[in-house]
């Protein structure tokens, strides 16, 4: 296992390269100008403007120039800087994943507890009314769009019932918790805030749900076929007739054999929301990972979307190995070569 | 047996369930009284698109709110949007061929630092703006030389007469800076400051400007926070804290204000102000100086030659301008005669535009195209002063198949569309144009068919340049040196050169929504400054 770790590990960098080359030349080669961005509509017409513009940000030089000098700054860890921002990629990068693990986590939370306890019971009591509202759950989770979503819980929640707060992480009407891990409710438990931590919760409630709901979703699913699969097997069968509970056969028999495919899953859809967040971010004015890769989308700003790719492509590379691991732990039946 | 694996997976399970309940109980057990919210920041929500905040790079609807109100112009304009207004200049004189300015500064007025602003800042901050060839360095192109001829007066000469710089003057982007602070923070201001200057990701955290705040705080992608200049005497500030807070779209900044989570948006489109119910929100509809036009260019190499002087004249009948503001505005625009908006100095009396179908067939059976013909139709993907471009070119689509012109639409990204415009040109496409200060010389240097203007070039002057209007030009050098009582004349004939090109033809000057708590006074729409804080007071 530990030499499957190591190779896997090795491997990581030399993937990383070839993601960071297609982003690169996609990023470059797509149609459109990023001096728009930089300098105006309007100075889009000043020679003077645009040369001045292309040397300052290094787009005076040819494409394979160009190329070679990103990776030259990559090996020292530099990832450029933001022709948005002005801040160097990497600054922006260490700011905004916070704001998106921490969304992120609190939707894998709510969404894979909610998920494995309506797959559970769906699959326990197959065929009820139970089963039918559980998976009618699970499909408006996993089918309703979540700009949509996003919308009308806001608007029902913040705006009609005034229960939860509107879009952000924090009220702009106060000051945030001093930046240490940029985890707002680490942060604020950190410097001794309660009701900054309150208020971070407070924030995070419903955009956690609405992504949650999606992960909900695909769980609850996955858990009650796996489970309809391990309820029918034999060794159940005969740990009821040892007169196991209930509760012991679904949570000790048969949960731990219908986890492992969920775990896979869960893995993917961590990864995938890092940079998959993006409605969620946008709607709810979360200033993570989602919102800046859409900004340098949007204004092509080169360093900025590479960066970002950067961060995508090792979240999945990381996750998938993360999930080989667990899937290990989880069902000692299978061995990593 | 119990695996290590198995505990494995109880813990994770009874972690997760505790961590569920933390998150439920601390949401509910924590929720911060409405106390904690009062006394506080006053809240802005806008869809943030900063470029830049410094003040030689800036460029956008938010940097000009960011430079009106912390960095100070030498002249103000007043609320009637037309008659300038001392600010760091007290006094200006012109010589008499409008070619020279002196300029006497306030002696009280003063950075956030604490220290005087003087004549030599002045020349400093213009000269970076024009060396810096940044977003608005256009604004100096007349520049040709300024001189510190003492520490309160500034003598500004030109290259040749320009009527309007005063006017330019009011343009936020002509704030002026501490040179001191900014040069100890790299900011070079001589020729060759487009390479050497250094202070852009300084001016991305810090400001060093005379106005009413001071830049406290900029997160991209989440919030402008500023706080009141203390050195600041102007005018009596009446909010110490506020927080530009970004939010995309109209639909959530309405939530936003009726759930009282903000106190002013301008960026609602008039169906949406429709739908607020709250009684604590005020939304008031103004006319605004914005404009959304339609651009024909016969230099196109995709379908330009189709668009001779009759066929543009046609498609200009073909329109349905009532329709067109009610189906993208809901009614709440106004129709614009001339690329110069409804106000500016000469377009009082200007006829306004009519939708004319059988004028409109006879000149295009006069252009040979009884017919009719294909035409591609590219437009920036987005939504603009409440205007959706789909919708807008949807109804443009509709209004040419009256006269047999088959509109294929292809919306795009911005900077795609700006590549394409630069490369090969589009024969038909909208955009938009907002005012950088109240003076009408700017729409004619933008959209007058004068060589290398910036339409000139994009409608494809270098290929074709039969539509060249050289009475523009001519037009043009009058009216900066014409005197106050002359100028109107001019620009009303400058404004009938434009229209008689039927280049830029306009559609609809969208109004604008001044949506804000009831609480909130002051606010308005500037037009050289978007909105001035210092105004806003909150009960």
């Given amino acids: 296992m530990t030499r499957y770790i190591v190779r896997r590990l090795i491997s990581i960098p030399l993937l990383l390269l070839g993601i960071v080359s297609i982003a690169f030349f996609i990023s470059h080669t797509t149609q459109g100008d990023p001096l728009i961005s930089i300098i105006g509509d309007r100075q889009m017409d000043n020679p003077d403007a645009v040369a001045a513009a292309k040397a300052r940000w290094g787009l005076d030089k040819s494409l394979p120039e160009q190329y070679v000098t990103y990776l030259q700054n990559l090996a020292t860890g530099d990832l450029g800087t933001s022709f948005r921002t002005k801040q160097p990629v990497a600054t922006d990068l260490l700011t905004r994943l916070p704001a998106t693990l921490e969304l992120v986590i609190a939707a894998m939370l709510i969404g894979s507890i909610a998920g494995i306890v309506l797959g559970i019971l769906a699959a326990r009591f197959r065929d009820t009314v139970i089963d039918h509202l559980a998976r009618l759950a699970a499909l408006a989770g996993s089918s309703t769009p979540v700009f949509w979503s996003g919308l009308i819980l806001l608007y029902i929640f913040s705006v009609v019932l005034g229960w939860l707060p509107g879009p952000g992480r924090f009220d702009a009407r106060a000051i945030a918790p001093q930046s240490i891990t940029g985890f707002l409710t680490i942060d604020a438990l950190l410097t001794g805030d309660i009701r900054g931590f309150g208020q971070a919760v407070y924030h995070l409630v419903l955009p956690a749900t609405v992504l949650g709901w999606t992960v909900m979703g695909i769980v609850s699913r996955l858990v009650r076929a796996s489970m309809l699969d391990v309820l029918s097997q034999d060794y159940i069968v005969a740990a009821r007739a040892r007169g196991a509970g209930e509760l012991r056969v679904l949570l000790n028999h048969a949960l731990r054999n219908a986890l492992v495919p969920t775990l896979t899953i869960l893995g993917f859809t961590f990864a995938y929301l890092i940079t998959g967040a993006v409605l969620t971010e946008t709607i709810f004015a979360w200033p993570g990972i989602g919102s800046y890769a859409v900004d340098a989308t949007r204004n092509l700003d080169y360093p900025a979307i590479i960066g970002v790719t950067i961060v995508g492509g090792s979240a999945f590379l990381i996750s998938n190995l993360m999930t080989d691991i667990a899937y290990a732990f989880a069902d000692p039946r299978l061995r990593l070569s | 047996m119990k695996t290590s694996s198995n505990r494995g997976i109880r813990r994770l399970a009874d972690l997760s369930l505790a961590s569920a309940i933390a998150l439920g109980v601390g949401a509910f057990a924590l929720l911060p009284g409405k106390a904690a919210a009062e006394d506080s920041a006053l809240v802005i929500a806008r869809d943030i698109d900063i470029n830049s905040l410094d003040p030689s790079r800036a460029w956008c609807d938010t940097c000009q709110i960011y430079m009106s109100n912390v960095y100070e112009t030498l002249i103000g304009l007043d609320k009637d ?343 090969e040109g589009i024969a038909l496409t909208t955009l938009f144009f907002a005012p950088d200060y109240y003076g009408s010389a700017q729409y004619v240097e933008y959209f007058g068919m004068i060589k290398d203007n910036p339409w000139w070039n994009r409608a494809g002057g270098k290929r074709d340049a039969s539509f060249t209007n050289p009475q523009t030009d001519a037009t043009l050098q009058k009216v900066l040196a014409a005197s106050e009582v002359e100028k109107d004349g001019f620009y009303k004939q400058l404004a009938e050169q434009m229209i008689s090109d039927r280049i830029i033809i306009p559609v609809v000057s969208p109004n604008l929504v001044l949506a804000h708590g009831k609480n909130v006074s002051g606010v308005r729409y500037s037009a050289c400054c978007n909105l001035m804080m210092d105004e806003i007071s909150r009960q």
């Fill in chain 2, 81 to 423: 949007n037309k008659t300038l207004k001392p600010r760091l200049a007290t006094k200006w004189e012109a010589n008499a061929d409008q070619s020279q300015f002196t300029f006497s500064l306030d002696p009280d007025a003063k950075f956030s630092d604490g220290t005087p602003v003087e004549a030599k800042d002045v020349k400093w901050s213009m000269e970076r703006l024009e060396n810096i060839k940044g977003g608005a360095s256009y604004m100096m192109d007349s520049v040709k030389s300024i001189e510190a001829k003492d520490a309160h007066t500034v003598v500004v000469t030109l290259s040749g007469p320009n009527s309007e710089f005063l006017n330019i003057l009011t343009a936020p982007y002509t704030g002026i800076v501490n040179s001191k602070v900014a040069t100890e923070n790299g900011a070079v201001a001589t020729p060759g400051a487009d390479t050497a200057d250094k202070a852009e990701s300084w001016f991305m955290q810090h400001s060093a400007g005379s106005g009413a705040y001071e830049l406290v705080d900029y997160k991209p992608g989440e919030e402008l926070r500023f706080k009141a200049n203390p050195a600041y005497k102007r005018t009596k500030i009446g909010v110490a804290n506020i927080v530009i807070k970004e939010t995309k779209d109209s639909v959530t900044q309405a939530q936003q204000l009726e759930s009282g989570n903000a106190d002013v948006a301008m960026q609602i489109d008039p169906d949406t102000a429709k739908t607020i119910k709250a009684d604590s929100v005020s939304a008031e509809t103004v006319p605004s100086y914005n404009f959304l036009y339609v651009a024909l260019s016969p230099g196109a190499k995709e379908g330009g030659k189709l668009l001779t002087k009759d066929v543009r004249e046609a498609i200009g009948l073909a329109l349905d301008y009532d329709g067109i503001i009610d189906f993208t505005v809901g009614g709440a625009g106004s129709k614009i005669a001339s690329p110069i908006p409804n106000g500016f100095p000469g377009t009082a009396g200007l006829p306004e535009p009519k939708q004319d179908l059988e004028k409109a067939k006879e000149l295009m059976k006069k252009a040979g195209y009884a017919d009719g013909f294909e035409l591609n139709d590219a437009f920036p993907n987005m939504n603009v002063y409440g205007v959706d471009m789909s919708l807008l070119n949807q109804k443009i689509q509709q209004d040419l198949a009256k006269i047999n012109i088959k509109v294929k639409l292809t919306p795009i990204e911005f900077s795609v569309w700006r590549d394409r415009v630069k490369s």
